[in-house]
């Protein structure tokens, strides 16, 4: 044992002696002031005047002070030092004590005159020094040793010196006492070795206490951003709900916008860099008014209790989005970022934390399907929408998938050529239970649900089907989600349906949009290099509403990229939207992408989009999609169109296509 640990043992001795000590000495002095009154008062008279009454008066309140003050401390908690120091200071009085009684006690012994008294104050003796040894015997071995040891015989010699033979007799067995104290020997050492073994337990249930502490601390603290986690944020939600004064208050869920591209470019290093600082911001911006959680990934929680104005949430959101677009600067790298933000207010329901995040959560969801960089407020409406997901979301689940989707085709047509190179799959659903279903209501909720994974199997098995009944200079445009595109197991599975396709996998276009090459990019690049060594082509769609880069675009197997809707809605009267589909235009043919534009609706569209050398569109211009059974008749007007126009523009062609009776529209 080192001296640190032998210093502690000690103390913890010390303080054990004293607790056990301080319990009984009130008792002992009180016993004592009790005998010496008795024998003070049996032998007044018969003995000198001042034995009776001087030592008394001397002892008696001497004993009474200090059965007074361990009455008062007996419960005391006392640093060791001062137990030592206590225990110090009983030792030296009790043999200030001892001496005395034990004079007092000879001098009596001395003046009784006959043998019975002497036998009572032998007895006095006796019993007053056996009484003090054994209340000491277990909690203080020193102040016993020294009573029992410096009293015991010198009492008895001189009793024997003065007195009768009995009484010598009874004198030599008194001094017995003296055997108690080296008998507490051994029991003091065992005393100390439980007092150490209690030290050891105590020792390791403050290592045990300490390591369930870290252990919750860790649960509950992001270790990367020091930010409280999902499990605090959950059971502080939960208790302010369900709390009698939880009056209104806000539950908040941020989204860091573009983060998992920038993760994805420069790396996990970087991405925790920028996580640490936007911690440090909110902690330095919002400490004040609401406590920041991290629920995972780039997704902040927070709760918000000072009010519920609407006024209020959107300055509050706006803090929050100008916190996070100030630029990262980190070294020679400076990356700017942008939030959404979703609210939920409650107010008297629901009182299910869950349920409550939930709506925070569908208002993010909100946010950033409508523009990003923004914060929405759950309303009745989201609760409507909410609800019919639901009902969707339930009725989708427990669809028989095989017999209620079914494919619609959209064109994808050349119109330099007056030619339709591709046809794009969109899913149908028709159910029993909802009747037609937008694929606007089912397919946002079968991604988020993970619905997805099973309606694609069975969507690409009846597109590959139907395809095979095309001419094979037409190619089939699917979609991929990203659960299909960024989960090995279900690209292998859509790999296994193009083998047993009954059309080559060169003639099949997949699309994926920006959101799911940006969720997980190393896995969706590895699975799009399985899909390209098929012979498969990779489109990516919506191009420019996502976050991907052209670092990633450079690095990724893409064969086509089709211009979102966006940019083609407004072309006809915003230059800049001419401007960023030129750009694109001339990238695409520098890499040696093919260039598509979707989303044309009108001829000025489609002559404007002619000027700028896309050729290749998509769009309401053209056709809307189109059942299996009017593809052959859609084709076949075509093919008379071109024949018997040959000398008329393939612009003209396309136009005068949408006016033939025989073009199906849906």
Known sequence: ?????????????????????????????????????????YYHGSVPTWLTTVFPGLLLPVCTIR???????????VPAEVATRQL??????????????CIWDIMLFKYSSHSAARQHVLLVWSCATSTYCIVSLLHLRGSMIVVSVLTAPFFASIVLWNGEGSLGMVAVMATFVISMALAS???????????ELTISLTAQQRRVKA?????????????????????????????ACASDEAGRFVVGVIDLDGFKSVNDAHGHLVGDSILREVSNRFSRELARTVTIYRLGGDEFGFLYKESTAEDALHALGQKIIDTIREPFQLRELRLCLDCSIGFAVHVAEPDNGDELYEQADYALYHAKRTGRGMSVIFTHEHARQLREQGMVENTLRSADLEAELYPVF????????????????????????????SPAAFIPVAERSGIIARLTPVMLRKALAVAATWPENIRLSFNLSALDICSADRTLEVAGILEKGSIHPSRIDMELTETALTDNIDAAHSNMELLRSMGVSISLDDFGTGYSTLSHMHHLPLDKIKVDRSFVTQIETNPTSQKIVRSIKALCGDVGWTCVVEGVENQEQLDLLQELDCHVIQGYVIAR???????????????????????????MQAGLRLAGADVPRR
């Open 211 to 239: 390591l369930s502490d870290e252990n919750l601390r860790i649960a509950n603290m992001d270790m990367l951003t020091e930010l409280p986690t999902r499990r605090p944020f959950f059971a502080d939600l939960q208790s």
């Open 185 to 195: 020997r051994d029991y003091y050492r065992e005393f100390t070795r439980m007092q």
């Open 88 to 101: 110090s200071r009983t030792t030296a009085l009790s043999l200030i004590l001892a001496v005395g009684f």
């Open 625 to 651: 999609p189109l059942a299996v059974c009017d593809i052959g008749n859609f084709l076949a007007a075509e093919e008379r169109q071109c024949k018997s126009a040959r000398d008329e523009s393939p612009v």
């Open 1 to 41: 044992m080192d001296d640190v640990q032998g210093r502690e043992l000690r103390g913890h001795v010390a303080q054990a002696q004293y607790r056990a000590f301080a319990e009984k000495m009130p008792a002992f002095y009180f016993t004592l002031i009790v005998g010496v009154s008795i024998v003070s008062l």
């Open 67 to 77: 059965g007074i003050w361990w009455l008062r401390h007996r419960d005391d908690e």
């Open 410 to 437: 959209q064109p994808i047509v050349d119109t330099a050529r007056g030619r339709t190179v591709a046809f794009e799959c969109l899913a149908r659903w028709k159910s029993p239970v909802l009747g037609e279903v």
